[in-house]
Nanobody, 129 residues
Framework: QVQLVESGGGLVQPGGSLRLSCAAP????????MGWFRQAPGKEREGVAC????????YYADSVKGRFTVSRDNAKRMVYLHMNSLKPEDTAVYYCAANLMRSICVSPGTTQMDEFHYWGQGTPVTISS
């Protein structure tokens, strides 16, 4: 059973930065679009960013455009989410997942969430002073 492993979360002051990592052991990463999602307390899970199989297509949620950057290294089976200018409203548990139905992205992921699989345990991000 494949399971992705997220890491890199933590407590950061507003305006700070974090880099989240997603490891995909045992998964042929270069076949799938990969997504980052988040779920804040009391809210539904939402798509944050999606990156196509070769890094060529990227989509971001409006709330993170210009602040977050998604990247991937297929050789290392890793996906990353670089987060800058963090805000308290970015506080959430962040998850990565693989889109088993698409190799390219068509949205940040919220509307295709049922296409994503191999969800990890998530990594918590808290933005607070």
């Amino acid at each position: 059973q494949v399971q992705l492993v997220e890491s890199g979360g933590g407590l950061v002051q507003p305006g700070g930065s974090l880099r989240l990592s997603c490891a995909a052991p045992g998964l042929a990463l270069d076949s799938y679009a990969m997504g980052w999602f988040r779920q804040a307390p009391g809210k539904e899970r939402e798509g944050v960013a999606c990156i196509g199989y070769n890094g060529g297509s990227k989509y971001y949620a409006d709330s993170v455009k210009g602040r977050f950057t998604v990247s991937r290294d297929n050789a290392k089976r890793m996906v990353y989410l670089h987060m800058n200018s963090l805000k308290p409203e970015d506080t959430a548990v962040y998850y990565c997942a693989a889109n088993l139905m698409r190799s390219i992205c068509v949205s940040p992921g919220t509307t295709q969430m049922d296409e994503f699989h191999y969800w990890g345990q998530g990594t918590p991000v808290t933005i607070s002073s």
